[in-house]
């Protein structure tokens, strides 16, 4: 069973940028794929990112490509999300994910989640 505990969230003001870190145990990390979700009240959960086991290949919805980055280190067992030129629209709460989806959009694709991180952007 693999743990995931997300960190990093904050409150920033728009155009600013934070960094959120996924800290895994209890499984093979480095043979799962690795995303970010993101849920804004009163909406449905949404993809962010996902980065291949091995780090070779990044995709990235249309609202967050080209600002927002995902990476992993598969030594220390933790993946990133780079945030950048955030916008009050990014106000979500952001939960790291692991599994080995067919689909990335699908939630239920991954088998793993963490208890999710609040990022709160001031317009």
């Known amino acids: 069973q693999l743990q995931l505990v997300e960190s990093g969230g904050g409150l920033v003001q728009a155009g600013g940028s934070l960094r959120l870190s996924c800290a895994a145990s209890?499984?093979?990390?480095?043979?799962?794929?690795m995303g970010w979700f993101r849920q804004a009240p009163g909406k449905e959960r949404e993809f962010v990112s996902r980065?291949?086991?091995?780090?070779?290949?990044?995709y990235s919805a249309d609202s967050v490509r080209g600002r927002f980055t995902i990476s992993r280190d598969n030594a220390k067992n933790t993946v990133y999300l780079q945030m950048n030129s955030l916008k009050a629209e990014d106000t979500a709460v952001y939960y790291c994910?692991?599994?080995?989806?067919?689909?990335?959009?699908?939630?239920?694709?991954?088998?793993?989640w963490g208890q999710g991180t609040q990022v709160t952007v001031s317009s």
């Open positions: 209890g499984g093979a990390f480095s043979t799962y794929t």
């Open positions: 980065i291949t086991s091995s780090g070779s290949s990044t």
């Open positions: 994910v692991a599994g080995r989806p067919r689909s990335v959009y699908l939630p239920s694709n991954y088998d793993y």
